[in-house]
């Protein structure tokens, strides 16, 4: 499957080594309570509904305007599908990395070696969470996998364009624009349907390791 094929198919929706992310007072606020314990885990197809319900809070509808990652404005209907989401889960080097504060799923992140690149969608964090350190947490777990286990040069995903504030939280973690342009998928009604006419995804990347841009 090249690039664009997964790339679109992921973002218009979209080792098992368990471990504690430390609840840094700096990155950790108030609304995370301290005491709680914050682990990674990779995620199973037992884990499809959660993840579904997951990723469907942070950008569908109103419950997702609590965050700032929500699409409600201009996109409906579903964000995930469960068949696309089962066949990531089983594929070869592609897992949905979960994060889960005492047993609660909190959120989530696709990684994938795509064609020698690293691929990183299906990013969704708890809206009652957004903005609370965790979601940086996830995509530095995430870029660290890429790198030092899967030996991956570069970091891509795909942003609809009109997205600037998630756009500049990215390009802060040292990300860059390509000009590269993927269209959406109009009337393909599993990843959302469309309440504008002009959506479009541009690529996004990131050299891994400390290499130069």
Partial sequence: MQFDTLEVAHLAAQRFSRFPIPDS???TPAKLLPMQ????RTATVDDIDALV???TSAYRGDVSRVGWTTEADFLDGARIDPAVLREDLL???SLVLLVEQDGRLRACAHIADDHGAGYFGMFAVDPSLQGSGLGKTLLAEA???AYTEWQ??????MVIDIRDELIA???RRGYRRTGIFKPFPYGDERFGVPLR???RFEVLEKPLGGAAP
């Fill in 37 to 40: 314990t914050t682990t990674f």
């Fill in 152 to 157: 991956l040069p570069v970091m891509r995903m």
């Fill in 143 to 145: 870029e660290r996998i």
């Fill in 25 to 27: 007072p700096i990155t």
């Fill in 91 to 93: 594929r070869d080097r």
């Fill in 169 to 171: 939280f990215y390009e």
């Fill in 53 to 55: 319900s997951l990723v």
């Fill in 197 to 199: 006419q002009d959506l």
